[in-house]
């Protein structure tokens, strides 16, 4: 089995920061892409910013310039470093995974964290 923990979610305040990580762990030969979606109250999961094994980045345009996502292979983590917060970055986050287990890959999910932004 597979377990993506986050953490680092919480209330704060337009304009700071936050820093969110995501621990992978169990049965794991290897993580390709690691991630970060997140999901609104009324809209859909979307994505924020992605990270392969080989550090290459995607982001969101809505989160692009003020937003850094990195990895540590290692520790099996991702991290997402979000810098001035917006009331409309206020949704659940979720981590996201896609690992190599024996000949398969499978995608995984965190429980999600909540990020609230106030004005």
């Known amino acids: 089995q597979v377990q993506l923990v986050e953490s680092g979610g919480g209330l704060v305040q337009a304009g700071g920061s936050l820093r969110l990580s995501c621990a992978a762990s169990?049965?794991?030969?290897?993580?390709?892409?690691m991630g970060w979606y997140r999901q609104a109250p009324g809209k859909q999961r979307e994505l924020v910013a992605v990270?392969?094994?080989?550090?290459?980045?995607n982001y969101a345009d809505s989160v692009k310039g003020r937003s850094t996502i990195s990895r540590d292979n290692a520790k099996n983590t991702v991290y997402l470093q979000m810098n001035s917060l917006k009331a409309e970055d206020t949704a659940i986050y979720y981590c996201?995974?896609?690992?190599?287990?024996?000949?398969?890959?499978?995608?995984?999910w965190g429980q999600g964290t909540q990020v609230t932004i106030s004005s």
């Open positions: 990270i392969t094994s080989g550090n290459s980045t």
């Open positions: 169990g049965s794991i030969d290897s993580i390709n892409v």
């Open positions: 996201y995974a896609q690992i190599r287990r024996g000949l398969g890959q499978f995608q995984y």
